[in-house]
């Protein structure tokens, strides 16, 4: 039987903000945040900056027990016009491979019991190329994940490329393509990520986008393809705070039914 969802108070508080607030001063409706979807945004931070993102994120797994991840602590430095440096730390609860954010997990044995799992991120944030004619915008992204508790204890290398256009109107088409060598219970194996998000602004405060992404995994014991479709949006409280909120449902037989991601972003 699957379980009933419940909204987290989280989830409640930022949905009723977003309903809420009625200003509309002349803001970017974007901060940049990389957590605003799973593909993450196409440019670094900018220089002199620190763009810190956090969230909590609830998965209704297929089998066994949910998992809960939070912070999802993201540090974004901005060091030149192009790069950027990143620190980040995540705490798991019941963490079964299941991935529907930037954050890499293991893949866990799927018992009906708590499989607690945290982590920390490091590595660094490139811009390659501007937008010109059929040129897109892009940047690649390099950084490492080592658990400091769990089951399994491996540093999980992971390399993202991401590219994008900026469309008329304001809307954004980006895609993104994801390897991380990761460790499971027996051995390590790839798991690859391709995604793709189309991003709307509705104000110039308010975006909305709808996104489709696929996590699968090479030279596993059993390898799995966890597919998502998953609308999203975010609203600028001011021109250096964001919050946000994404839902996804599994299209794919291993994926999660359900999940919710409600965070947020902050530039200082």
Sequence with gaps: MRRSLVPTPLAAGLAAALLAVASTTNLAADLGTDRDAFTPNTHSAP??????EGSYVFIDNP?????NNYPELLVRIGGTDWFEW???????????GNIVTSVEVGEGPLKRRSLYESSVLYGFKADISDQDGLLPESCFIMEASTPTSGEVFGTVPVATYVAGYELPAGWRLDAAIRYAY???VFHWFDRWSPSVVLRVPLTDRWEVHAEYFDTFTKRNVVDVNRAFFSPGT?????????IGLRVGWGVTDAAAPFFSDAGFGWRW
Excluded: C, D, I, M
């Design 182 to 184: 990761s460790e499971g």
């Design 86 to 96: 990143r620190f980040g730390v995540n705490y798991g609860v019941g963490s079964q």
């Design 234 to 242: 975010h609203y600028l409280l001011t021109k250096n705070l964001e």
């Design 47 to 52: 220089a002199g900056t620190v763009l810190t």
């Design 63 to 67: 089998v066994g027990l949910p998992t």
